[in-house]
């Protein structure tokens, strides 16, 4: 499932041999899993670090820990430890650490979901915006929500307009309208503020 390289494995038993704690390990993880922002997270961990539900990769003289929930995007990494010119480097390689683009056969949700994350939200954060599915009706309506620099921002009708739902009928036909939940006169730090209307 994962393959640790023999320089790699001699690198962590000379760090943990170092440190001189019975028991300690590597604990791996996957942060932000399935989405662009994705990485792997090494650290020591004690025995009493554990929950008991990591899985274990026994290594000469120590073990490696995986979170759980972390399995099936660390599926197929490549620890490794190399030496480049005159540096030494730790890489990981996790080719399924940002998530599987779903098929035409996933649900429309499970598409929605991977395009606001892979597609929407990374333009979305240069203007410290999100949006997040709230729902998907069963007539296909997607139903979002604003956050950051989105919520309360007075283009947030013309990035839903012409922006997300364009992009995202595009790629799924089956999308019959893309629509907002969110209260935008909540907003505590728009992007660009919308223009109070003047009381009668």
């Not at 998907?136 to 012409?162: E, I, P, S, Y």
Request: net charge negative; glycine share 8%.
């Amino acid at each position: 499932m994962i393959q640790i390289s023999e320089t790699a494995q001699d690198h962590f038993r000379q760090l943990i041999s170092r440190e001189g704690i019975a028991g300690l390990g590597v604990r791996l993880s996957a942060v932000h899993a399935g989405t662009p922002k994705a990485d792997v997270r090494l650290e020591f961990a004690e025995p009493a670090d554990l929950t008991g539900e990591e899985w274990a990769i026994d290594c000469e003289g120590f073990t490696v820990w995986l979170e759980p929930n972390s399995v099936p995007y660390l599926d197929g990494a490549e620890i490794d430890y190399v030496k480049q010119g005159v540096a030494t480097q730790l890489q990981i390689r996790a080719p399924n650490i940002k998530g599987k683009e779903p098929d035409s056969n996933s649900s429309v949700i499970e598409r929605v979901q991977y395009l606001i994350e892979t597609e929407i939200n990374p333009q979305l954060a240069a203007h410290r915006g999100s949006v997040a599915v709230d729902s998907v009706t069963a007539d296909n309506v997607v139903w979002l929500r604003f956050g950051g620099g989105c919520h309360g921002c007075g283009m947030a009708d013309v990035t839903l307009k012409q922006g997300i739902e364009t992009s995202l009928k595009a790629k799924i036909p089956e999308i019959t309208a893309v629509r907002d939940v969110t209260d935008h006169d909540t907003g505590s730090a728009p992007y660009i503020a919308r223009e109070t209307q003047p009381s009668a």
